[in-house]
């Protein structure tokens, strides 16, 4: 019975706290107008909560955040409608953000800064989003077996001398599907099958684990070369674990359809929500993201390549040298999207 | 009751209705309320089955329902068993005998259950993969070319039961502990062996506690979605994940989710058909415990080997792994907030875990004290919200909570108030959510308690006019009382892991550990996750001690 009391003492405390610390917050809202801009983000990245830091420290306003998958947040502001929170939308991928266009989930706004700094084809023609940073599917060779004269675009991949070398991991992850969509945009839907049914033919394995693990895979020998994000080798390069760094260093990176269209490359991106209650603070906030601070945070925390020109990407990515990058409209990664996955199961790509 | 069954075909529709209205009584009324409050999420979901499926049904149904159906019973089978071995051999070696640390590890074999699987996924693959410290214990020996490859389905089947099986190693060794006693004894002085006492009188008479925890395990087991993901293992879940997401059809997601909800259904009618053929009637909670053996020699050994394995890989192990990463990225990751996201993450897990428990103390003695025998059935509805991924449920519960807001927000608004959304993104929305998700968790312990309680004391007391509800908090609550606890801790733990819920439906501002440690792993930094993961498991492990405190009181 005690036990059974001080249960219920601990509840209503707990349940008194929740309430007394909403009054608080309302009550400073209502006295001094706290400035807040809340950001809706899939990017679970430790330099972004420096990056947010930064621009309380710089605005003084208050950057509230929810973590979630895209999908779900996407999900979450589509039910909230004109009661959404939600001041910025923020994804690791064009395509949710193309995705949260469809669905009247963005407004189009007008900003100088990022009209003109950010790339034509890295930004919403109706400019609902914006590329933040960018990050390109590269193929990771084993340096010891694999001559990078053999290797060329993504479409050669299906050859013949490739079987059971080529490490991927699963359809279920965004940036192969993006990849295909892109494939698809390029080279048209038929191709675009016997592409993954080739791939598959030549895989390794069955597709699991990240991006590390594919480069892993390679380096013990399950395989020569493997499809992944390029700044998951800078981070490898960049391990605390001593055995990944070595790992990584046994990698060569090769950045394919250097003769044709160029690399595939997605953004993380971030848009101004439909119903933002901060707009204004929402608009700053995002150029805040897309200014030289912000960018130089993102490449060298994170190895990504920085969407402004005039911030160097950070030196270990440097040294993989310049490269030419697809300039197809990422809103194309989003209208392909669901093809793309339909023709990965067709494919028995798992 | 019996005759009247044997009757029933004769009623005519009329007669039925005369009963029913006889039968109803304030308490039926009551628990079909609350089952439909906690049904609501469920039954939004279920509407959305009218609308049809996608039009990648389909597609689905040629290229993947197969891999789906296949691996989810792969899984289920091959985790049964191996959870079965684990579970039961270890509970009864400590409540049978007495050795070296028993009592140390009585308690650590609960601690398992204080790792989100997932994390075991991850520790487990980082441990056997290329540069992990067992790839680099081969190479030390010379045998490059031994790469153990523990990312696939078999891989997974391990790290599933040996994350789970805890489950049913605390409700078997709550029945050994309580109820073995005087039948020990009785056996003894008939002169059967040990083994024949094991495999003919204990564990048939066991099965049913072992099998609550059994279909815990397995409800878990399907609703794994981070660890088969990882691996490669295409199940339900993930199946539901793709098609929601990646091919944009809630509604196929949905009758992905119906199909593995009538899965769960016949997991359940199972348990309960093989329930019904035991009936308790020697159910008295025993008083005096087990009078342990100290085993001799060999068995000595024998018998501490098989209760450490499961704790060295259940739980050694893998925090051992997470201890090593915590050591090397401590410097960038660790600061004070996480003492505060600890403590929130407790905050929250004990708050909705008392809720939880709250509603199914109400069911299960609501459904009791109703006089209508069907509401037992309906009341167990309540409790297949186990069965639907996190997300599913938090979608099933934003659609109702929003359109209440909606409403109350321009009744509000006619009287110049701006009240903003009042349940959702409040912790409102959360502990309902937790309610719905686990309210399964800390039913069965409380009913399989419930059930051994002789009802003739209660009823006794209601005879000599005693109310239903005073009944309940002078004789039957102490009775349960252990059950009751145990079902707060489960509740607890599996809120602190919890994961897809949290993440759609949590207050700004408000973190957990699970929460933490995800936004780690989802991109790919899993030794960064190390510290939030070994955060939720040593404030896991607080309750978790207290749990065993509780089963092993007199």
């Known amino acids: ?350 | 009751m019996q005759q009247a069954g044997n009757n029933n075909k004769a009623f005519s529709l009329k007669t039925r209705i005369k009963r029913l209205k006889r039968d109803i009584n304030k308490w039926s009324v009551f628990t079909l309320a609350i089952v439909f409050f906690l049904a609501l999420p469920i039954i939004f979901i279920g509407v959305e089955l009218f609308a049809g499926p996608g039009e990648t049904w389909g597609h689905i149904v040629d290229y993947l329902l197969l891999d789906y159906i296949w691996n989810s019973l792969y899984l289920v089978l091959v985790c049964s068993i191996l959870v079965l071995l684990l579970g039961v051999s270890s509970a009864w070696f400590v409540s049978r005998y007495d050795f070296l640390f028993r009592k140390q590890m009585e308690w650590l074999l609960i601690l398992p259950l204080a790792i989100p699987s997932y994390i075991v996924g991850y520790a487990y693959a980082g441990f056997f993969d290329y540069g992990g410290s067992m790839d680099l214990l081969f190479r030390q020996l010379g045998l490059e070319f031994m790469r153990i490859d523990i990312m696939n389905r078999a891989g997974l089947a391990f790290v599933l039961s040996i994350s789970l099986f805890p489950y049913v190693y605390v409700s078997a060794r709550a029945f050994f502990l309580n109820q073995a006693n005087n039948l020990l004894e009785a056996s003894k002085m008939l002169g059967v062996g040990e083994l024949k006492t094991f495999f003919k009188l204990m564990l048939p008479l066991a099965r049913p506690a072992i099998v609550a925890g059994l279909v815990l395990v397995l409800m878990e087991v399907l609703n794994d979605y981070g660890a088969a993901k990882y691996y490669g293992v295409n199940t339900f879940t993930t199946g539901i994940f793709r098609s929601w997401f990646s091919l944009e059809e809630p509604q196929t997601a949905v009758y992905l989710s119906a199909l593995l909800i009538c899965f769960i259904f016949a997991l359940i009618l199972f348990e309960k058909w093989q329930v019904r053929k035991i009936k308790f009637t020697s159910s008295k909670t025993n008083s005096n415990q087990i009078q342990r053996k100290r085993p001799k020699g060999a068995m000595k050994w024998l018998i501490f080997s098989v209760v450490f394995l499961p704790i060295l890989l259940g739980f050694i192990l893998p925090v051992a792994q997470l201890i090593y990463w915590a050591v090397i990225t401590a410097s960038t990751v660790f600061d004070m907030e996480f003492i505060m996201i600890s403590l929130q993450s407790f905050a929250i897990a004990i708050a909705s875990a008392v809720i939880t428990v709250f509603f199914a103390l109400v069911l299960i003695y609501f459904s009791k004290w109703s006089t209508l025998t069907t509401i037992k059935n309906i009341s167990r509805v309540g409790v297949l919200g186990y069965a639907i991924p996190g997300a599913v449920i938090a979608i099933g519960i934003m659609i109702p909570t929003l359109a209440l807001d909606k409403w109350l927000i321009n009744i509000l608004g006619n009287f110049g108030i701006d009240s903003g959304l009042i349940i959702n993104g409040t912790l409102l929305a959360l502990f309902y959510a937790y309610a719905v998700r686990f309210l399964a968790v800390a039913y069965n312990p409380i009913d399989s308690t419930a059930l051994k309680v002789d009802n003739s004391i209660p009823d006794s007391s209601k005879v000599l006019g005693v109310g239903n509800l005073k009944t309940f908090f002078k004789i039957d609550f102490p009775l349960i009382k252990t059950g009751v606890f145990s079902a707060v801790i489960l509740v607890f733990i599996d809120v602190m892991k919890e994961l897809p819920l949290t993440l759609i439906l949590k207050p700004y501002h408000i973190d957990t550990l699970a929460v933490k440690a995800f936004e780690y792993a989802s991109d790919e930094m899993v030794m960064e996750a190390s510290i939030p993961s070994l955060f939720i498991i040593f404030t896991a492990m607080i309750p978790v001690i207290f749990l065993n405190k509780l089963l092993i009181k007199k």
């Open chain 1, 1 to 350: 019975m005690k036990k059974l009391i001080l249960a219920i003492a601990t509840i209503s405390l707990v349940i008194s706290c929740g309430k007394s610390k909403k009054n608080e917050n309302t009550a400073t809202e209502e006295t001094t107008k706290e400035q807040v801009v809340n950001v809706y983000t899939h990017r679970h990245y430790e330099p972004d909560q420096n990056i947010f830091k930064m621009f309380e420290d710089k605005t003084g306003i208050k950057v509230k955040v929810i973590n979630a998958s895209a999908d779900e947040l996407i999900q979450k502001m589509k039910m909230e409608g004109k009661q959404s929170p939600a001041d910025v939308l923020i994804t690791v991928d064009a395509g949710r953000l193309s995705r949260a266009k469809d669905e009247g989930l963005l407004q189009s706004i007008e900003s100088e800064v990022l009209e003109k700094n950010i790339p034509a084809h890295l930004q919403d023609v109706d400019n609902q989003w914006f590329g933040l940073t960018k990050r390109a599917r590269i193929i990771a060779y084993a340096k010891d077996r694999v001559k990078p004269e053999d290797l060329s675009s993504y479409e050669a991949l299906v050859d013949e001398k490739w079987k059971g070398k080529i490490l991927v991991r699963s359809s279920a992850n965004i940036y192969n599907q993006s990849l295909m969509a892109s494939i698809i945009a390029n080279d048209g839907e038929e191709a675009a099958k016997t592409w993954a049914e080739g791939i598959v033919a030549n895989m390794a394995r069955s597709p699991k684990g990240s991006d590390r693990d594919q480069v892993k895979a390679v380096v013990a020998g399950e395989g020569d070369i493997a499809i992944v994000n390029s700044y998951y080798i800078g981070k490898m390069l960049n391990s605390p674990d001593a055995e990944e760094v070595k790992t990584a260093q046994q990698i060569g990176l090769f950045f394919p359809n250097q003769e044709d269209r160029g690399t595939h490359i997605n953004v993380s991106g971030a848009g101004v929500a439909k119903y933002a209650p901060n707009k204004e603070n929402a608009i700053q906030f995002i150029e805040f993201l897309i200014g030289k601070e912000a960018q130089q945070v993102f490449t060298e925390a994170n190895y990504e390549y920085p969407v402004l020109e005039s911030v160097e990407p950070v030196k270990d990515i440097q040294a993989w040298g310049d490269f030419k990058e697809d300039t197809l409209g990422l809103n194309k990664l989003g209208e392909n999207n669901k093809k793309a996955v339909l023709i990965f199961d067709a494919a028995g790509w798992k």
